[in-house]
């Protein structure tokens, strides 16, 4: 018909622009889809224990379940977060050895004793953390919700691995444990614990100490102090953080040391008794030999043919002929 209009007939395909927009939105539904689906089966190895949240975009951050060690594949939920703790036994290391200790560089506890020397406490904290289902729920609500700085000066939680886990200790263990050993140390004189603490201090006169060289035991001293901290560091713990998260707790006392000044007197009073006891040694021989040169001096006057018999033993090999008190003697010539 003339001066009709044709109608378009559809393409059947889709403009650039819609296809784009349909394939981002295809992506940002999909890829975090996927992801919550995959992330959704979670396992735990044989020393870790998990508490996991809720993480969904519309749901709570509440706990959901508590994963024991050891676990198969588990559904925990879309998007939901584990937070991993260690279940085996764990230590905290208090030592001047640098590369061994739980803080970098040389870490020493230093507290003063009852007489008011500075004594370095050197020692290793063991514990396991409580794995009952309802106490390891607290905990996560306690301590899973904040974040604890570690030696680097990095803020991290106490599930984000091992470093995240020495700050935890660091910043909530480690000053109960300074607490518990400047309360038994205090308690015990210097001497008391070391026991070369006696050559350099004074007596309530004012005078030296007159100790003898041989060191004196302080081990039944130092079993008490160990004891003791093991006594109460439970108590403490518990009080401090308000639950008994920590089960097993056993502290080893592995070494007292002295400030270095105090050392070094102490080395010197060593090694001036050292030089007093060798010279008293001298002396002591010196009297041995004269007495037993008198001895012998009695017994030669006894017996003078005693005296030339000791005479031709000390005579040099080769001496065939012997005069006493006669200068006159013919030795016949070859």
């Known amino acids: 018909m003339a001066g009709s209009k044709k109608i378009p007939r559809p393409s ?20 975090p889809t996927l992801n919550g689906f995959f992330g959704a089966f979670e396992r735990t190895s044989g020393g870790e224990v998990a508490v996991v949240r809720n993480g969904g975009m519309f749901d709570n951050n509440k706990i959901r379940q508590v994963i024991d060690p050891g676990s198969g594949l588990t559904w925990i939920g879309w998007w939901s977060h584990m937070h991993k703790y260690p279940a085996q036994q764990r230590f905290y290391t208090i030592t001047s050895d640098a590369g061994r200790g739980d803080r970098t560089g040389v870490d020493v506890v230093t507290v003063p004793s009852s007489d008011g020397v500075n004594m370095g406490i050197e020692g290793t904290l063991y514990f396991t953390l409580n794995l009952d289902h309802a106490t390891l729920r607290k905990f996560d609500d306690k301590f899973g919700t904040r974040k604890f700085t570690g030696a680097d000066g990095k803020a991290r939680y106490a599930y984000d691995g ?4 020495s700050a935890f200790l660091d910043q909530i263990i480690r000053p109960v444990i300074e607490n518990d050993l400047r309360t038994q140390v205090n308690s ?20 030296q100490q007159q100790t003898s060289l041989r060191a004196q035991s302080n081990n039944a001293n130092i079993a008490k102090v160990q004891d003791a901290i093991n006594t109460s560091l439970e108590q403490d713990l518990q009080q401090t953080l308000g639950f008994p998260f920590l089960t097993n ?13 105090v050392q070094q007197a102490v080395d010197s009073a060593q090694a001036a008794f050292a030089k007093v006891t060798e010279s008293q040694a001298q002396v002591a021989q010196a009297r041995a030999e004269a007495e ?5 001096q009695d017994g030669y006057n006894k017996c003078p043919t005693c005296a030339d018999i000791e005479k031709l033993k000390a005579l040099p090999k080769g001496i065939t002929v012997y005069a006493p008190g006669n200068d006159r003697v013919a030795i016949p010539t070859g």
Do not use: M, Y
């Open 162 to 165: 091992d470093q995240g886990w």
């Open 249 to 261: 707790l056993h502290f080893n006392l592995a070494r007292i040391t002295l400030p270095a000044s």
């Open 292 to 296: 037993a040169n008198r001895a012998r």
């Open 12 to 31: 059947g395909r889709v403009s650039r622009p819609k296809a784009i927009v349909a394939a981002v939105v295809l992506l940002v539904v999909a890829v």
């Open 188 to 207: 015990f004189r210097c001497a008391e614990l070391v026991s070369s603490c006696a050559l350099v201090q004074n007596n309530s006169g004012g005078k």
